[in-house]
């Protein structure tokens, strides 16, 4: 990721350019972290762009470009849980937990992006993955970090450790734990390879 | 074989991050523990399930680059206090070296002087007190005396010029006051005996004005009398004369009807 690098040296050195354009090729990845940890869009939005001001302010003091990555994941993560308390205090719910029903007054049409597929299709998709969002909010918030990390943002587990803060042996620890608890939720849920199949 | 699987190296083979003799080492285990395997398989199943949640589109918000390039070394604020602080040392080294200050310090005396240095004066032997008094009284009692003499002259001076002034204005002033007096008597008889015969004449004007108009109307209003007069006396004559003719023709008639009876009587007498 040479072009990344030259880019965080830029960055680094106070070039405004190369810091907007890390953060359009960083955004959708934190943004989708926030998500999958709080599952609200609204929450996942706040730790996004929390997590680029802060880049933007601390990028300077960044010691090796080779740790950029872990380094932002480790901001998105303080912000997930500096977030998730507030939300425990607040002991608000928001109004995307109110899930309408099936058919046509669904929200799951509006949030279909890719229309030219079969919207059916798309529909059982996103409500799949609704399903499976809820069993990963089910975990531990360590847990579901270290899962979310090493599952969907594609991260080694050294870079986790790093991120985190932890050893490597925690770091897998705590992914196999996460694993063996999805393992258990989905049989509790009867979600199993052919009910998937089926779904799909 | 001595080889122990545990929770570190299952995660790091699911997802790929062991050496190829760590993996040839827990494959063999696995040849040999099939449980293990299973174990792997359904954590493998796991992943593949959580592998069908969606990845959320989003857009980044638009970021306001800045065009213009990082701050020189030359723009920078360090530099520019560093190099506003050497510029005034310079400038004081200059001021310095053209001006030549001396500071010096000594017998509890601070000096700070510029350009040369200014020879230092002789100091006068001291007087005694007695001859300071001495020189002050003197001094004084030539500066009383020569005060008292301008002081005399002066007052005398001041008085004759006073005198003076004083005899000359009270001339000019009697003989303004007389000559003002005598003018404004004139010219105040004379205003009074103008304003007397204005208003004499206006007077009279009014008056005669007043009585020739009031003898018009009398003239007028006598005329009209005698004429209305002269009217009802005409209209009198008019209406007597119309009489007069009126009883003339009705006696004509009756002397014209008598005529012609006594014409036509004559005759009838005679047949008798």
Redesign the interface.
Known sequence: MMHSDHLIVRAR?????A??RL??LW??RI??FG??FFFD?DL??EV??KTFISMHKNVGSLQEVARFKSWLYTIAVNYCREEARKKKSRRSFSLNDLRPGEGEESYRWEES?QRHENPERQLR??E??DL??E??MQLSEEQREV?IM???EGL??REIAEALNIS??TV??R???G??G??KI?EQKK?T?ET?GYE? | MNYKLDKGILMAYLYGELTEQEKEKLENYFAQHPEALEQLKALGEVRNAMSQVQEKEVIAPPVFADSNPPPSVWQSGYFKISLGIAASILFLLVAGKILGPEIRYAQGELRISFGRPQPEKKETPMLSEKEIKEMIASSLASNNESQKTVREEDHKKLMQTLVEMNSKKMGVLAENTSQASKEQVQTFVAGLQEQNLKLMKDYLQLNSSDQKKYMENLLVNFSQYLQEQRKQDLQLVQSKMNYIEKNNSQFRQETEQLLTSLISTPVRKNNY
Do not use: P, R, W
């Open positions: 050195e106070g070039d405004k350019n810091q907007g953060v359009q955004y959708k943004y989708n998500y999958k869009h996942a939005m996004a762009q992006h998709q996103t799949l993955s499976l969002q069993c990963l899962v090493k599952e969907y080694k587990f490597e042996n897998k620890s992914m196999y734990y694993l063996d999805l393992k989905l979600i390879k998937l799909l």
